[in-house]
Structure formats: structure tokens, C-alpha cells
């Protein structure tokens, strides 16, 4: 008989709200989710954002190929959920010796990396910041949160210490990136201020700290090895800008 204080690991939860869990766990993972209410409110969430997304985006995982597209091998990959707080649908397709693309990338018309990467850090910050009961997914004190998004972005990631901008690492989260899954981990001071981190793959050329102010929230990027980084935070830019340098530092040490 199943007890009900079996642990269960994240990658279960995950498998589980995916319809991806071996039936002979399924139920020392529900057995699980009765007894700690956190999960369960984690898991309700996971797939009630799958649910939304699938009712957006399912239409465009059924849509032709454009014509630009077209190729003689061009194959249809099995696609996949990727669930966070925030989650979304990935179809990818293999041309030839592998060479994958998403939905995301297709159907937006091309742009700057940068401006890409602007856009994706400044609406997840915002997305996120004025959150009360969930402004993260994992909390800081989860020993699995910097290895879990580490395997999902595909490199090291550490979480900066900015102790000496006041600001405490309350977490983080996975996201769907611009081309690949995206890591954001937040930070708060004692007055509520919150800053955001937002780290994804992103191949285009290496750059430097670029600051950018989009109303009262500003943000300072920058690329560094296939991967771009971004601070988020409110538009005062000799603070932000020392945040990000101090995070950049940290970060290249990954």
C-alpha cells in the first residue's frame, strides 16, 4: 500500500500534471499532494496555465507549414508542455541532422536578439513582480531550484548574491524563453522592491551592459556565450546599473 509521506520529486509533479507519470507512481504522488497542500496548489497551477495556454495556442500547433519552409525532409516532432507558474507550447521540427525551431520563433517576424530578449525580461518582470502569493515557483531556501533550472536553460546558472544592494534572492521560476526555456530568479529588498534576473539562450553576438528604460521600469542587458541576461528593476539607472555589473561578474564565473 502506498504511504502518503513517500517523497516525491519535482520531476514527478511536473511528469504527473504532463500525463507523463508511470501509473504504479501516480498514487504515492497523489497521496503526496493530499498531505502537503504547497504541491498541490503548485500543481493546480501548472495545469490550469497549460490549460489556458492550450485553448491560445493550440490552434497554431495545427497550422500548415509556411511555404518558405518547405523542405524534403522536414519532420514533425512529438510536442511537449513545458510547465512552470508560466508555461507554454514548443513545436519543433528536425530539418535534416537536427536542426530545431518553435513556434515562437516561426511565427514572429524577425528582429534584434536584443530586442527580443528587451521585451521577453521586461514582460516577465512586470508579469511577476507585483505578485502577492506566487512571485516565484521554487523558493531560494529549495536546494533543487539553481540545479532544476540550470538542466532546463542548458548551462550553470548562479543565482548573484546582491546583499550589498539590500536585495535578497526570494527564488525563482522557468519560462518560456525566446527560443528556449528561460530562468528568472527574483530578489526583494525589506521595502518590497523587487528585482528580477532573466537568463536564456540567445545566439547572437557577445555585447556589454546596454541600459534600457521602458516607463518606470528600466533594465540592463547583455550576452555573454550563446546566452543573454537581463536585470529588471525600477528606471534608476546608476542602481540598476551597478546591480547588473555586480550580477555579470558573478555570473561569468558560471
Request: cysteine-free; hydrophobic content about 45%; proline content about 7%.
Amino acid at each position: 500500500m502506498t504511504e502518503p509521506h513517500i517523497p516525491v520529486t519535482e520531476d514527478e509533479l511536473h511528469a504527473y500534471v504532463d500525463g507523463e507519470l508511470p501509473a504504479e507512481r501516480t498514487p504515492a504522488v497523489e497521496a503526496w499532494l493530499a498531505t502537503h497542500p504547497e504541491d498541490a496548489e503548485r500543481v493546480e497551477a501548472w495545469r490550469a496555465m497549460g490549460q489556458a495556454l492550450h485553448a491560445r495556442y493550440g490552434g497554431v500547433l495545427d497550422e500548415g507549414v509556411p511555404k518558405r519552409l518547405e523542405l524534403d525532409r522536414l519532420v514533425k516532432a512529438p510536442r511537449r508542455w513545458i510547465y512552470g507558474a508560466v508555461a507554454a507550447a514548443l513545436l519543433a521540427f528536425v530539418i535534416g541532422g537536427g536542426v530545431g525551431w518553435s513556434v515562437r520563433s516561426v511565427s514572429a517576424s524577425p528582429a534584434d536578439p536584443l530586442e527580443l530578449l528587451r521585451r521577453e525580461a521586461i514582460t516577465a518582470h512586470k508579469l511577476y513582480i507585483g505578485e502577492v502569493r506566487h512571485p516565484i515557483e521554487v523558493a531560494a531556501t529549495e536546494a533543487h531550484l539553481l540545479p532544476w533550472l540550470s538542466r532546463r536553460v542548458g548551462t550553470t546558472l548562479r543565482a548573484p548574491d546582491l546583499a550589498s544592494f539590500d536585495l535578497k534572492l526570494l527564488g525563482g521560476r522557468l519560462l518560456p524563453g525566446i527560443t528556449a526555456p528561460a530562468a528568472l530568479f527574483m530578489y526583494e529588498n525589506p521595502a518590497g522592491e523587487r528585482v528580477t534576473l532573466y537568463a536564456t539562450p540567445l545566439k547572437t553576438a557577445t555585447s556589454g551592459l546596454i541600459y534600457k528604460e521602458d516607463n518606470r521600469v528600466a533594465l540592463v542587458e547583455w550576452v555573454s556565450d550563446n546566452y543573454g541576461f537581463a536585470i529588471s528593476g525600477p528606471a534608476d539607472k546608476p542602481r540598476l546599473k551597478g546591480i547588473a555589473r555586480a550580477s555579470y561578474e558573478q555570473m561569468e564565473k558560471r
